[in-house]
């Protein structure tokens, strides 16, 4: 499966923003999904991730509250929603699938979008 992310951008702190990521290929594999970022020079780490059904979701502490993981599997589109951004959340994103179930850890994920870069401005 293909990955393309979007929607990164420019965003004053305390702002929203809203990425999406779509899927191409094989997509007709019940797929989990995820979120990663990256600040350069540190390792990735995770945001966010939602199990095939949309059921399941689990948030990395420092987004909890703020950001809210979500998916159209008709569209073969996740998005991540971002609100009251702070200086700390920008980062390169990266989304993310695997195989069933759902994860948290970047190295269960086999799939790897591109990445789109959000900066916010304090």
């Known amino acids: 499966v293909q990955l393309q992310a979007s929607g990164g951008g420019l965003v004053q702190r305390g702002g929203s923003l809203s990425l999406s990521c779509t899927a191409s290929g094989r997509t007709d594999h019940s797929y989990a999904m995820g979120w990663f970022r990256q600040v350069r020079g540190k390792e990735r780490e995770f945001v966010a991730s939602i199990s095939f059904s949309g059921l399941t979701t689990y948030y990395a502490d420092s987004v909890k509250g703020r950001f809210t993981i979500s998916r159209e599997n008709d569209k073969n589109t996740m998005y991540l929603q971002m609100n009251s951004l702070k200086a700390e959340d920008t980062a390169v994103y990266y989304c993310?699938?695997?195989?069933?179930?759902?994860?948290?850890?970047?190295?269960?994920?086999?799939?790897w979008g591109q990445g789109t870069l959000v900066t916010v401005s304090s």
């Open positions: 993310a699938a695997k195989d069933a179930g759902w994860g948290t850890k970047d190295w269960e994920f086999p799939y």
